[in-house]
């Protein structure tokens, strides 16, 4: 193994790296050149980089499933969003990682993928996390035959993990939120301003927790009665810090205001602007700072917990409350003026205004419209 360290410090990274490995290949014309690597903090993190490196280019397929991973996330993390990613890997690390990492890549086949599969389902984990922990794995053999010359993709041809649906789950259990009666009862035990209007802030828009936490001053347009939504804000970073990007889904959007939220947060505003350092740059919640994850559960339990009659919702099922809302008053509306109740017509104006796609929204709430059984039977009474 060509691995050095650097004597002249001089030459050394700032944060103190300073092993690098020296290595020759050869060209694609055939010509024997030489890589000599970055700066890494250890002999053993220099060792490693350079048998990934001459196992790519001479044997890819004869390499180990940890390394082609390393390899992965690396690449992964320079095009996808930071904060997706580390939530990947950290997943990777816990339940991925354990199973695989002393095996060869092209070693590994469908029945040690379905052991693992097997493995993980004993831990009770939720369909949707067993699914997305395959999604990793898949992507990793994926960018094993893009990369390292491996011929198929075991964890692919393995399957989706799949639930037994024996379990009978009442409607109004599908999909937990609150209603206005009972939103109206939280607001009147909360005596701070702010985090008044911050609840009310996330049932009239249904915004994600992220979006409202990098929210702006400048990203409300009273003029217009509208809310620009473009960002969001993330904490789960290699370096454990906060960063402002783009929305989920990368779809930017404005939310137009209802007459309520729109007093509420003019006076909100009103009493920030009374700072001497105000700035239309400030975060809505928290002034300079953002409002912590867990800052905002805190308060949330601790105003719940003033009610004795209304149970505990997540902040997430603020963004479905929205949804049922709006379901309701529609309905009612339709009903009033005598209209058909037009869920594609919701759904298109929904979509657009949740930052989701029509069929997500249709998968996710459509239970929470009325059946069309009456009309079937007026079909039926026809014949």
């Known amino acids: 193994m060509a691995v050095y360290n650097e004597k002249d410090k001089s030459k050394w990274t700032k944060d103190g790296r300073h092993w690098y490995y020296r290595t020759p290949y050869r060209d694609n014309k055939g010509k ?5 690597s970055k700066r890494f903090s ?34 992964m993390y320079k095009t996808r969003k930071e904060s997706t990613i580390y939530s990947y890997e950290n997943a990777y690390k816990k339940n991925i990682e354990p199973y695989f990492k002393d095996f060869y890549i092209n070693s590994i086949n469908i029945q040690q993928v379905n052991y693992w ?17 395959l999604n990793i794995l898949k992507g990793i053999f994926d960018y094993a035959i893009q990369n390292y010359d491996l011929d198929k993709n075991v ?9 037994v649906q024996e379990k009978v789950v009442p409607d109004d259990k599908k999909l937990e939120y609150i209603t206005l009666e009972d939103f109206n009862k939280l607001i009147d035990v909360i005596d701070d301003n702010m985090w008044k209007t911050f609840f009310i802030f996330l049932y009239y828009t249904g915004m994600r927790k992220g979006e409202v936490q990098a929210l702006s001053w400048k990203d409300i347009d009273f003029n217009n009665n509208q809310i620009i939504v473009n960002k969001t804000l993330s904490v789960k970073t290699k370096k454990d810090t906060y960063k402002i990007t ?14 309520t939220l729109r007093d509420c947060l003019l006076e909100y505003k009103k009493e920030c602007m009374e700072y001497t350092d105000f700035k239309e740059e ?32 997540t902040i997430h099922q603020f963004r479905h409350s929205h949804v ?51 009309e079937v039977v007026d079909l039926l009474d026809n014949l």
Do not use: C
């Open 282 to 313: 400030w975060f809505v919640f928290g002034n300079s700072r953002f409002l912590p994850s867990t800052t905002i559960d805190n308060r949330k339990h601790n105003y719940f917990n003033k009610l004795n009659d209304v149970a505990e919702i």
């Open 246 to 259: 783009s929305t989920k889904n990368y779809i930017n959007r404005k939310i137009k205001m209802s007459k």
């Open 32 to 36: 024997t050149r030489y890589k000599k």
């Open 117 to 133: 599969k097997s493995e993980m389902e004993k831990k009770k984990f939720r369909i949707t996390y067993l699914n997305k922990l």
């Open 324 to 374: 049922s809302l709006l379901i309701n008053e529609y309905i009612k509306t339709s009903k009033e003026k005598n209209m058909k109740v037009d869920t594609t017509k919701f759904f298109l104006m929904m979509s657009d205004r949740m930052g989701h796609s029509i069929k997500v929204m249709q998968e996710t709430y459509m239970h929470l419209f009325p059946t069309i059984q009456d």
């Open 155 to 163: 964890a692919a041809l393995s399957g989706r993990f799949q639930s």
């Open 42 to 75: 250890s002999r053993e993190e220099a060792e490693a980089e350079e048998l990934r490196f001459k196992t790519k280019r001479d044997n890819p397929v004869l390499v180990k499933f940890n390394v082609v991973a390393s390899d992965y996330f690396d690449f």
